[in-house]
């Protein structure tokens, strides 16, 4: 996987259910419209207000209907059992690649040492040695509490070279992104388009973002002309005035305008709509369909 992902957002029904119709339909929309890839059931995606059962329709639905090969999945939860079940199901129906964070609950039990997270990953990579799918690890130190250090991020690839794949790295933290994507194989992919100006320079394999949910022919024009100052400028005015609102309901709200389909606006608790003074404030952002 390189180039342009985004990171979809996961439409639901009045019910709080996965609305599967609408999901393919915008996933449809971003492979068409310039993304290389999806990650589905990101942060962006709100796994974690979803059952594994309700996940693994999502999933199901995505790899049937769409090019598996350009699907990368969130499979990380807080307990193992859990994430190693997760991750093998996303194989079995043939997702390319697990995203799969860190158990973050145990960041509140203090202590948790590189070699605890080690050992957790080390089970999840052995309990789904038959159903060998790549893994990448997810860095959000923000949400989780729960830091990859670049010893074990190093530590990890060398243990598990044909599974290790790279990292989403969304602590913000340039310096260490371009660290990791030092580590030799190790495909590094920050989680703002805005990074793309430093791809070559620091050599990240592209970049996963919940704004290219929306912005994606701009970014994927951006990722083929780096250089460009002016494509620059629009894609961090665009990220910018989306990443002044709550994340995932000015997504959903910017979706719902490209579809001209209010459902797609619907969050899950305890994510709530924008208000109409936010809704606003984003008539600015300019979308391919406009």
Same mark, same amino acid.
């Given at each position: 996987m390189r180039g342009v992902i985004a990171a979809v957002p996961t439409p639901v029904t009045a019910g709080g259910e996965p609305d599967v119709g609408r999901f393919l339909h915008h996933a449809r929309w971003a492979l068409a419209n310039g993304c290389d890839a999806l990650n589905v059931l990101g942060t962006t995606g709100e796994a974690n207000s979803f059952s594994a059962d309700q996940r693994k329709a999502v999933m199901s639905a995505a790899a049937a209907e769409l090019d598996a090969s350009r699907l990368m999945v969130g499979t990380g939860t807080p307990d193992l059992a859990t994430t190693i079940a997760l991750t093998k199901y996303a194989c079995d129906v043939g997702f390319a690649a697990a995203?799969?964070?860190p158990p973050y609950y145990y960041y509140y039990y203090k202590g948790v040492s590189d070699d605890g997270l080690f050992a957790w990953f080390e089970r999840l990579?052995?309990?789904? $040695?038959?159903?060998?799918?790549?893994? +990448?690890l997810y860095n959000f130190?923000?949400? !989780?509490?729960?830091?990859?250090?670049?010893?074990?991020? $190093?530590?990890l690839k060398a243990a598990f070279p044909e599974r290790i794949a790279?990292?989403?790295?969304?602590?913000?933290?340039?310096? +260490?992104?371009?660290?990791?994507?030092?580590?030799?194989?190790?495909?590094v992919f920050p989680s703002s388009e805005t990074a793309i100006a430093k791809a070559d320079a620091d050599g990240y394999a592209g970049c996963i973002s919940a704004t290219v949910s929306v912005t994606a022919p701009l970014v994927a024009e951006y990722w083929a002309a780096p250089s460009n100052a002016a494509l620059a400028t629009r894609v961090v005015e665009a990220r910018s005035a989306i990443a002044a609102h709550p994340l995932i309901p000015a997504v959903k709200c910017l979706v719902a305008r490209l579809?001209?389909?209010p459902a797609f606006e619907r969050v899950?608790?305890?994510?709530?709509?924008?208000?109409?003074?936010?809704? !606003?404030a984003l008539t600015g952002v300019k979308l391919a369909a406009e």
């Amino acid at each position: 996987m390189r180039g342009v992902i985004a990171a979809v957002p996961t439409p639901v029904t009045a019910g709080g259910e996965p609305d599967v119709g609408r999901f393919l339909h915008h996933a449809r929309w971003a492979l068409a419209n310039g993304c290389d890839a999806l990650n589905v059931l990101g942060t962006t995606g709100e796994a974690n207000s979803f059952s594994a059962d309700q996940r693994k329709a999502v999933m199901s639905a995505a790899a049937a209907e769409l090019d598996a090969s350009r699907l990368m999945v969130g499979t990380g939860t807080p307990d193992l059992a859990t994430t190693i079940a997760l991750t093998k199901y996303a194989c079995d129906v043939g997702f390319a690649a697990a995203l799969v964070l860190p158990p973050y609950y145990y960041y509140y039990y203090k202590g948790v040492s590189d070699d605890g997270l080690f050992a957790w990953f080390e089970r999840l990579i052995l309990a789904t $040695r038959d159903a060998p799918g790549l893994v +990448y690890l997810y860095n959000f130190p923000q949400l !989780t509490g729960v830091p990859f250090s670049f010893e074990l991020v $190093r530590r990890l690839k060398a243990a598990f070279p044909e599974r290790i794949a790279g990292a989403k790295d969304s602590s913000g933290n340039l310096s +260490y992104t371009s660290q990791l994507a030092k580590i030799d194989g190790f495909d590094v992919f920050p989680s703002s388009e805005t990074a793309i100006a430093k791809a070559d320079a620091d050599g990240y394999a592209g970049c996963i973002s919940a704004t290219v949910s929306v912005t994606a022919p701009l970014v994927a024009e951006y990722w083929a002309a780096p250089s460009n100052a002016a494509l620059a400028t629009r894609v961090v005015e665009a990220r910018s005035a989306i990443a002044a609102h709550p994340l995932i309901p000015a997504v959903k709200c910017l979706v719902a305008r490209l579809h001209e389909d209010p459902a797609f606006e619907r969050v899950l608790p305890p994510h709530l709509p924008l208000t109409e003074a936010q809704k !606003t404030a984003l008539t600015g952002v300019k979308l391919a369909a406009e």
